[in-house]
């Protein structure tokens, strides 16, 4: 079964406290991406990696950073947390097929 | 800033209505035209897409309607169900699908 799964799928933490959000498929798909979702603003692209070792910015990346050492596994880390990034969080794969893409449950991040 | 504008915020139909949720955007470079559909607690998941080089395209109840020369596209639900509320997102990409840039989405309730 097609599976993306997020680690945690809810953190509260506090301003400063680095944290890491893990996100990994069993698809071997090459393409994978982080959202975050905010009431009235939608879905906003944070980074995306087109495969191992290449990552680039989506629309709002500042105050995060991704790594992408091996194919199934797509880490965000957020190492100064504000809470301005108190949101809901998406990681997403997309295969060779454009209509071949799932997104993770969602992890809900609060920053106090 | 890319843009996808979408509309109406939020739709009530009742059963067996037909709810059309418009998007428009800017860019044309745009090729890649999907809607994704979320359920509340749910990650989003991808319901149909469309590229331009064709007017019009059906999944079950589901259609995709895209007038290039407006740059406008549209999703129109057949029959609607009660199980059919949900958010519904559109979307865009360029080729090579890099960054994909969602609509704020429509908040959709057919009523039984």
């Known amino acids: 079964e097609a599976q993306v799964t997020q680690n945690p799928r809810y953190l509260i933490t506090v301003t400063g406290k680095k944290l890491t959000v893990t996100c990994s498929q069993n698809?071997?798909?090459?393409?994978m991406s982080w959202y975050r979702q905010d009431p009235g603003l939608g879905l906003r692209q944070i980074y995306y990696?087109?495969?191992?070792?290449?990552?680039d910015k989506g629309d709002v990346p500042e105050g995060y950073k991704v790594s992408r050492k091996e194919k199934r596994n797509f880490p965000l880390i957020l190492e100064s947390p504000s809470p301005n990034q108190t949101s809901l969080y998406f990681c997403a794969t997309l295969g060779s097929d454009t209509d071949t893409q799932y997104f993770g449950p969602g992890t809900r991040l609060t920053v106090l | 800033q890319q843009q996808v504008k979408q509309s109406p915020q939020s739709l009530i139909v009742q059963k067996g209505g037909i709810p059309i949720i418009n998007c428009a955007y800017e860019n044309t470079a745009f090729d890649y035209f999907p809607w994704y559909q979320q359920f509340p607690g749910k990650g989003p998941a991808l319901l149909i897409a469309i590229r331009p080089d064709v007017s019009e395209k059906k999944e079950g109840r589901f259609t995709i309607s895209f007038n290039k020369s407006a740059k406008q596209f549209s999703l129109h639900i057949m029959d609607s169900q009660p199980g059919d509320s949900a958010t519904y997102f559109c979307a865009a990409s360029s080729s090579g699908y890099s960054t994909l840039t969602f609509g704020k989405g429509t908040m959709l309730l057919v009523s039984p």
């Open positions: 698809m071997n798909h090459e393409y």
């Open positions: 990696s087109m495969n191992v070792e290449v990552t």
